[in-house]
């Protein structure tokens, strides 16, 4: 076998390998876009009770994050709400975030801008950060 026909058989051999390996990241990949699309849209489901009981689970904790009352008392008073999702890629400086791209409206006003939302992995869930 000449030098030109392995490096073509290594060459095919690492096009191959390549393939099967991009289905996994896909896969995994898109589950985290997809529980970054389904945090999103319950928070926005559950945000017009106004209950930190079920909102403050949702949303991510530590130091510097304000506490929930305040974060759904600032987006009720400006009349924040989810129109549609549009896609969510995970974050490429961070596996446990994904960035997650909403049409949103403010006080009944669809914005004409897209809003991001970065949701990220805590615990065992996803937690959105506001």
Same mark, same amino acid.
């Given at each position: 076998m000449g030098r030109r026909a #392995?490096?073509?058989?290594?060459?095919?051999?690492?096009? $191959?390998?390549?393939? !099967?390996?991009?289905?996994?990241?896909?896969?995994t990949t898109?589950?985290?876009?997809e529980a970054g699309?389904?945090?999103?849209?319950r928070f926005f489901q559950a945000l017009p009770s106004g209950d930190c009981a079920v909102l403050g689970p949702m949303l991510v904790t530590g130091q510097g994050v304000p506490p929930c009352e305040e974060t759904v008392k600032d987006l009720r008073e400006h009349g924040m709400g !989810? #129109? /549609?999702? !549009?896609?969510?890629?995970v974050d490429g400086r961070d596996p446990n975030a994904v960035v997650v791209r909403a049409r949103?409206?403010?006080?009944?006003?669809?914005?004409?801008?897209p809003f991001l939302f970065r949701v990220e992995r805590q615990? /065992?869930? $996803?937690?959105?950060?506001?």
């Amino acid at each position: 076998m000449g030098r030109r026909a #392995v490096r073509y058989a290594v060459g095919a051999v690492g096009l $191959w390998l390549a393939a !099967l390996a991009v289905p996994g990241c896909t896969s995994t990949t898109s589950s985290k876009a997809e529980a970054g699309e389904a945090a999103v849209r319950r928070f926005f489901q559950a945000l017009p009770s106004g209950d930190c009981a079920v909102l403050g689970p949702m949303l991510v904790t530590g130091q510097g994050v304000p506490p929930c009352e305040e974060t759904v008392k600032d987006l009720r008073e400006h009349g924040m709400g !989810l #129109v /549609d999702v !549009l896609d969510a890629k995970v974050d490429g400086r961070d596996p446990n975030a994904v960035v997650v791209r909403a049409r949103v409206s403010q006080g009944g006003t669809e914005r004409a801008e897209p809003f991001l939302f970065r949701v990220e992995r805590q615990g /065992d869930g $996803w937690r959105l950060r506001l």
